[in-house]
């Protein structure tokens, strides 16, 4: 983990791993979408509306999995002052508020054919809404502290404590009565859907997976850029370029 | 299921259409704005960074 939180061997090795995730995105994208559209039988109940499935649990997965990630990369460099640490977990966050803003329209629109609305507040919408804000705040701290240790330390407790709902997510439609359905790919008993629309969900998932490690190379690399430019900008006596 | 049964009026249009496809234009259109803000965002940085460092060149050049 040292090697990696080194800032120049960061941008070396990011160089090296991007052209393979900028093409398994491409690849894994293209498969999925032919899966999810053409080989994916209809749904008996749902017809072919449950195809925004393949968009919506995706999105979902990976706004909690973002939240995971900025609550982990937070502990460490809050604990071990690690230089990346803090690095990693804020160029996170505009994807995994992005990935929760698409979990929510996708959902509404899967709600309004199947619930007869676009939003309820339940426990597993609303705590997903929560988790939006949440993205925001940690956001609006890196964005209005000037001082970016203390933007660290504060962002830090935000994400840390916000970790409880993505708990609450997860469990929400176990805990409440909820017009959400129960989980259906991670479970003790096995994913209760198989065949081309697991194979379909999964592609997707992976398709997901990888945008998200390209995106948050391509944001380190900026933050890491901005860092020189800022050291750059003082030793040339605060001029700029622009 | 093919191509053609997404477009024929029985197909995949027909039923509850604009809900799914309204669900993948808003899915293509958060992921490529994501992508592209990001990428120039990274370019600009680029760009920057290399303009202060010919500065910097050019300014201990001169010094020398």
Redo the contacts between chains.
């Keep these: 983990m040292h090697r990696f939180a080194n800032p120049a061997r960061f941008m070396r090795l990011s160089n090296l791993f991007l052209p393979w995730t900028i093409g398994l995105t491409v690849l894994l994208f293209s498969l999925g979408l032919y899966y999810s559209f053409f080989l994916a039988p209809e749904d008996y109940q749902m017809g072919n509306t449950y195809r925004i499935m393949f968009l919506h649990v995706p999105a979902a997965y990976m706004a909690q999995f973002g939240y995971v990630i900025i609550a982990g990369a937070s502990a460490v460099g809050f604990i071990w002052k690690h230089p990346l640490a803090d690095q990693a977990a804020r160029a996170t966050a505009p994807m995994g508020a992005a990935f929760t803003a698409l979990a929510l329209v996708t959902g509404s629109l899967w709600g309004k054919p199947m619930w007869g609305t676009y939003w309820i507040w339940d426990a597993r919408l609303t705590s997903m809404l929560i988790l939006f804000f949440l993205y925001l705040g940690y956001m609006a701290v890196w964005q209005t502290i000037e001082d970016t240790a203390r933007a660290a330390r504060i962002a830090s407790i935000v994400s840390l404590v916000g970790i409880v709902n993505v708990v609450i997510i997860k469990f929400s439609v176990d805990w409440w009565h909820s017009l959400h359905q129960p989980a259906s790919l991670i479970r003790m008993n096995g994913p209760t859907i198989g065949g081309d629309m697991l194979i379909a969900l999964l592609l997707m998932i992976g398709a997901f997976n990888m945008f998200f490690i390209t995106l948050v190379m391509w944001r380190i690399q900026s933050l890491i850029l901005r860092r020189r430019i800022g050291t750059l900008r003082q030793q040339l006596g605060g001029g700029h370029i622009s | 299921?093919?191509?053609q049964d997404?477009m024929t009026p029985n197909g995949?249009m027909a039923?509850?259409d604009i809900?799914?496809w309204?669900?993948?234009a808003?899915?293509a259109f958060?992921?490529i704005t994501?992508?592209l803000k990001?990428?120039r965002?990274?370019k600009n940085?680029?760009r920057?960074?290399r303009?202060?460092?010919q500065?910097?060149r050019e300014?201990s050049k001169k010094q020398v």
């Design positions: 299921m093919t191509l997404i995949l039923h509850n809900y799914i309204a669900s993948y808003s899915g958060v992921l994501l992508a990001i990428w965002a990274k940085d680029e920057i960074l303009e202060l460092e500065k910097m300014l």
